[in-house]
């Protein structure tokens, strides 16, 4: 027991270690440039591997919530399916449409997949694990994701395609709608942290009082703040029941309908990461980062943590996913507009009077009452206006 | 309260997947090649000639009537009919179709064929495993392919087969019988002819009066 | 933006002539499209994703269903009529044999009656299921409700199987009567089947029915008024959604409806939602049917003794049979010149009348709402193009 | 003059130009995205952290998405004809150098600009996201609610326009 107390530690931060090691059989010259390149090969491998293992979960779990098997032929319990999808993908043909433009057809894939890669640069991943610790970082990081919009807008232009337009119109007009309440969402956390850096965010997070950490979803203002933010991510990752640039039963495939092959692998590939991106940055803005959940657990490394917390919130995505109908673009806009931005406008609003209380049981009731009544106020604005409700029937004689 | 409706869905899917690890007769989903559903006993894909006994060729009942060729929706079988007759199953001399072939990519199973034949000699069959890399031959079933035994019917469809052998011995019983009463008649009638033979040559007419064909 | 050149069914020419229609986008969703419900087009003319014109193309499944009849005698016809609305080949099968009696004048057996209205509504149960399952499949729920509706097809259609010998293309009326009896054992296993229905039911409106993205994607979408569907021939759910009291079985009280106690649910606005609830209600009253056929299902034959098989031969005259197929009003119009095949054969498809009014729907609305109220008017193209 | 510095700066240099160049509109766009990327990086080689992400926000993020929304919005997809005389070429080049010699000497005059110059090492970022942050709402902190005020008074206008047409469409 003793001797794993010890090792523990070691073992949190074996990659560090490893990496150093390596690092200091270069010239010192070398050191920065390597150092890069080890990280930048390592983030690709853990979440491409990442994105294999989440399609098929994704599947496996779908077709459980649909009371089917799911993907269990190729390998143990359908274990190399990924390996299978790739190796069809990259065999596929690649067809591109004859009026298609085809350097922005080509590219845009491209431009997706590193758009959606770089936003791993600020996210510590864990203890001591971050690429780069930036000043500026949960900026950069929101930056680079609009890089995401014009890549859509490549793909959807230059296939010359309507559908693909449309898909790309409905995208860009999505992305655009929900960055905002995201980056709002996001904002309560720097201002309890006043830093924009991540590493200080998640350091900020990882002290305990008694078992319980200080994660900032466990307070009013970021619970909403988690809940508004997890909402715009998944419209910003395009998941159902936002999923309407790709809504296949109308719009075929939305902005990648004329890619096929290895570069439609792409898409997908570009998709899920950027999914991760933003579920990694709301695992650091308020589930603590790498941080462990109770004081007692915290011997278990650190990055088996934050990839933990990951693969919680993708078995949430694809639950909602296997539940959820899409909604309408105008829908989409009003749960944009009038609940999503007021609601986080109000959170600072409610993130500000946290901090200025006087810390006790006043101060959390004073806050959750902000929270309940306003979300009660908006939804029900947004359900007033529609005036949808169960209707009861009647029946002939 | 807005997500009420949500969360309700989230729970159903949410019960449905911890289900399906749970009570297995959610997954309705059979693994087919290693597991089959159970044959039901009515189950009918394409059609196949029935033959008695060992030999297909000596044992086919169809007598080529070519009411099922008439009657079919989609004209899917071609039948000649041959030149020459051989006896049936119930020593009937008859005729034999020279060819008979169903066409199944044309088939649409209906069973009418089934229906019409007087003879019991076309049934459905339940081999579903047809893929032929063949488009045109492959799925042009002549008459070697099609003939399928007694036997093979009793196995698929053992009620129906039951059914029909009974009626078939019955027929066969009564025709015995027919046959045998003719036979005596015949026996009798030869032997009344063998003792009036005699007194043939007074009475050249009454013999021909007691034949019974 | 380039334009289809398919000339009739284009809106190239409104789009030379009209002004302001050059600026509108036009695009043809089918016949290759994941939600046309099989092989249907829509050449829809948008503003933005405003529906501005929308022309329905059809024909691409026509298979000269009714030009063939009239060279088939009238048993050859029967395994066509499984094709046409391949969702529900009973009722299909039940039409056509009722417009066959009526034109030869054939009684049936008690217990064929039964039999008929057993299957039939089991038939309505599994296309109800299933259309709902196809329209959240429309609105993008992964899959999920079709799944369940499946699972619960599966069984009725093992029931189906059993009885009839195919899962799909049963083939099982003849006029008369039916074409088998029960198997030894069907009647209590489809008891337990009807019987676990409602369970079915149950999960899909907990799934399903109060779901506000739900609400909000049909509420007030694809209204339907009761005087463009009474004028518009529109029957089935699709009428009595908007309130139109008018259900064959209760009008006509064929076969022996008017023997079981059910209620015809009407809706009061007309729209996708309607449509979508009125259906959940009509399983639950198909479900008192069934068992109150299956509790009283008589003994005795299943097929008038009088009725041949070959040489078929009805006296020359004409006649009309329908029923309240699960989409809406089938009907069958016959007339024989006293010759083993008709003289003329006409279906009266409900899918096809129903689809009628698309346009009448579709106008003003998203292309997301396009998808979503072709789904609730529940076409099969096997029916629709024949 | 740093390898990282050359590659950067001819690609913002190709980006600019193919933007003035290209015939299709949206390619000229997508050039002009380009550029602005490479701008950005050259802030964050500077270490304008801050200036550098701002500039990806909303230069790449909007204004690029902007400017192809109003390409689409009016329909033209076909390649823009060429201008006939080469008197707009000439004046454009004569604007632009004269603009590129204002800068140049606004640069070389500037103090802070020849200090950096004699460092060395590039420099940790001389003003943290803290420090700007810390201006904006101390010092600058009226010209900030003014310039929200007047954003939020176009915004406003702006929905007011848009919801017009619309009552008009209808």
Known sequence: ?397 | MVGEGILKGLAETARNFFGSYVSKDRLTTVQYPEQREPQIEATRDFPFLVYDGADWQQGMRCVACQICEKECPPKCIYIDKSKDKKPDAFGKSQFYPATFNIDISVCMSCQICVEVCPFDAIKMDVDYHLSSDNRFGGLMLNKQRLSKSNEYYNAIHPTEAAAVDAQRAEEKAKLDAKAKAAADAKAAADAKAAAESSLAQFAPNQSAAGDPQ | MSTATHSAASFELEQATEPGMDQLLEIAMGPQHPSTHGVFRMNVLLDGERVVRLKPVFGYLHRNHEKIAENETYLGSMPYTDRLDYMCPLTNNWAYALAVEKLAGITVPERAEYLRVITGELTRLQNHACLIGFLMQDMGASGTPLMYAFRQREIILDLFEALTGARMMCNYMRFGGCRVDLPAGWLDQAKKVVAEFPLFLDEYERLLVSNEILMDRTQDVGVLSAELAISAGISGPMARASGVDYDIRKVDRYSIYDRFNFRVPLGSHGDVYDRFMIRVLEMRESVSILQQAMRDIPEGPIVDPKTKIRGFRPKPGEAYGRIEAPKGELGFYLVSDGSPNPYRYRVRPPSLINLTILEDLCLGRNVADVVVILGSIDIVMGEVDR | MTASFMILAVLTVAGTVSAMGLRNAVHCVLALALSFAGIAMLYLQLGAQFVGFTQILVYVGAVAILAVFAIMMTHNDKPMALPDSHAAWVAGCVVAVAVFAVLTRAIVSSTTAVQIQTQTVAPQPGVTVQQIGDALLHRFVVPLEIMGVLLTAALIGAVVIAMDRREEMK
């Open chain 1, 1 to 397: 027991m003793t001797c794993l107390a010890l090792w523990m530690p070691q073992l949190d931060q074996i990659f560090v270690t490893a990496s150093h090691w390596l690092l200091s059989y270069l010239p010192a010259a070398l050191q920065p440039l390597a150092s890069a390149i080890l990280s930048v090969a390592a983030i690709i491998v853990a979440f491409a591997t990442l994105f294999a293992l989440t399609t098929l979960l994704e599947r496996k779990g779908l077709g459980r919530m649909q009371n089917r098997y799911g993907p269990n032929r190729v390998g143990p319990c359908g274990l190399f399916q990924p390996l299978a999808d790739g190796v069809k993908s990259l065999t596929k043909e690649d067809i591109v449409p004859i009026r298609a433009d085809r350097a922005v057809h080509f590219m845009a894939p491209v431009l997706l997949v590193a758009a959606s890669f770089m936003g791993y640069a600020v996210l510590p991943i864990g203890r001591n694990m971050i690429m780069v610790d930036m000043n500026a970082g949960v900026l950069f990081f929101f930056a680079v994701g609009s890089l995401m919009e014009l890549a859509v807008f490549m793909a959807g232009w230059s296939s010359r395609s309507k559908y693909s337009l449309l898909g790309a119109m409905r995208a860009i007009a999505q992305m655009i709608s929900y960055e905002v309440p995201l980056v709002l969402a996001s904002i309560v956390v720097l201002m309890q942290a006043g830093s924009l850096s991540t590493v200080s965010i998640v350091n900020m997070q990882a002290s305990y009082s008694g078992i319980w950490p200080h994660w900032f979803v466990f307070t009013p203002w970021g619970f909403a703040g988690f809940v508004l933010f997890m909402i715009a991510a998944t419209a910003e990752s395009n998941r159902s029941p936002f999923d309407l640039p790709e809504g296949e039963s109308e719009i075929i495939a939305g902005y990648y309908t004329e890619y096929s092959g290895f570069k439609f692998a792409l898409f997908f590939l570009g998709e899920y990461i950027g999914m991760f991106a933003t579920s990694g940055m709301a695992i650091t803005l308020f589930l603590g980062g790498w941080s462990a959940p109770f004081s007692f657990l915290a011997w278990v490394p650190s990055y088996l943590w934050f990839f933990a917390k990951l693969l919680t919130i993708i078995a949430i995505f694809i639950w909602v996913r296997g539940t959820l109908p899409r909604l309408r673009m105008d829908q989409l806009m009003n749960l944009a507009w009038q609940f999503m931005l007021p609601m986080t406008l109000f959170n600072l609003i409610i993130a500000g009077v946290w901090h200025f209380m006087p810390g006790g049981l006043l101060r959390w009731l004073v806050c959750s009452t902000m929270v309940v009544v306003p979300c009660i106020l908006f939804g029900g604005g947004l359900k007033r206006k529609k005036k949808f409700q169960i209707r009861t029937y009647h029946f002939s004689q």
